[in-house]
């Protein structure tokens, strides 16, 4: 299973075993106030049961969220707001690269914010709307800090901090209001003014990931690719064209038999399954082994560049030499 769903799965597993005794009695509690209404006909039974259902309700509406996102994942919001679970997990590797500040609760880039032990909670800064601190008192006394972000979706994450790290919330939200170009930061009205004015509805389906051809080899890529995994072909920030590594291109040729365009170092048409021979169109031989060595080369220089990761690089190296 991918990490990203697998994150989210033992996350509501877990928020399904926090809330089953509290669903669980609290239903009970309302089943046996009516039960007890009915049999001695007395009305508070009836208006404590109303009373009861009210929670048991909410509690019982976490409960079933909670199993119904354990058993399948690809539900959760998160993919209605960034797309399927590779092009989430392609972001958070992103963000984990190029991250500017890293606490015990939260990874923030330049692009997204995550919350390190939930990533269902990730968020683009752009799509922040507001941000401010919470101090929660117990008799006047402070009990803990919290930065609460809302995004465009009206959906809120909350980050607690201890007594002791106010500085700490205020750090947060001092690069929160630098990287968040929507975001009003403060609990004031311009904060409610600018999530009322800008809030949008969340998407009712998971979000398609573009998808455009590389004009190397007309193979099929999706938006945040950052090379053509059939050529290996390098492309730029928004992927519309290459980057050329060289001015070199690989001779094509027709083949004899029904006419399509082939490379060079192909053993066989694409198209008809015609084989080529060494007396043929081409030389099988060297030519394929010159082919997998420069694949091979162009898949070395993307890993240096880090372009892709040790697995990728690992993945597509056994693609080529098979």
């Known amino acids: 299973m991918n990490k990203t769903l697998e994150n989210i799965r033992k996350n509501n597993i877990k928020r399904a075993i926090v809330n089953f005794f509290p669903a669980a009695i609290l239903t009970g509690i309302v089943v046996a106030m009516i039960m007890m209404y009915f049999y001695e006909y007395?009305?508070?039974?009836?208006?404590?049961?109303?009373?009861?259902?009210?929670?048991?309700?909410?509690?019982?509406?976490?409960?079933?969220?909670a199993i119904i996102l354990s058993i399948n994942p690809l539900k959760d919001d998160v993919f209605k707001k960034y797309g399927s679970p590779q092009k989430v997990s392609k972001i958070l590797n992103e963000l984990e690269k190029?991250?500017?500040?890293?606490?015990?609760?939260?990874?923030?880039?330049?692009?997204?914010?995550?919350?390190?032990?939930?990533?269902?909670?990730?968020?683009?800064?752009?799509?922040?709307?507001?941000?401010?601190?919470?101090?929660?008192?117990?008799?006047?006394?402070?009990?803990?800090?919290?930065?609460?972000?809302?995004?465009?979706?009206?959906?809120?994450?909350g980050y607690t901090y201890g007594v002791k790290e106010e500085e700490t919330v205020h750090k947060i939200l001092s690069i929160l209001d630098k990287i968040c170009p929507n975001a009003e930061i403060g609990y004031t009205n311009e904060e409610l003014k600018n999530i009322n004015n800008n809030a949008i509805k969340l998407p009712k389906e998971i979000k398609e990931d573009a998808i455009f051809k590389c004009s190397e080899c007309g193979a099929i890529c999706h938006e945040g690719d950052k090379y053509c995994k059939n050529c290996h072909a390098i492309f730029d920030d928004d992927n519309k064209s290459i980057k050329k590594e060289s001015s070199k291109k690989e001779e094509k040729f027709k083949c004899d038999k029904c006419g399509a365009i082939v490379s060079e170092s192909a053993k066989k048409c694409p198209k008809c399954g015609e084989k080529f021979d060494d007396e043929g169109d081409i030389d099988t031989s060297k030519t394929n082994m010159d082919q997998k060595y420069s694949d091979l080369k162009k898949l070395k220089k993307l890993l240096d560049d880090d372009i892709i990761t040790k697995e990728e690089f690992e993945k597509e190296k056994k693609k080529i030499l098979k």
């Open 42 to 65: 007395d009305s508070e039974y009836i208006i404590l049961s109303i009373i009861c259902g009210f929670f048991a309700f909410f509690a019982d509406k976490i409960f079933i969220e």
């Open 98 to 157: 190029n991250k500017i500040y890293e606490d015990k609760n939260m990874i923030i880039s330049k692009n997204y914010i995550s919350d390190k032990r939930n990533i269902a909670k990730l968020v683009a800064c752009e799509d922040v709307l507001g941000a401010h601190k919470v101090v929660h008192k117990t008799n006047y006394i402070v009990d803990y800090y919290a930065v609460q972000i809302i995004d465009k979706y009206r959906h809120s994450t």
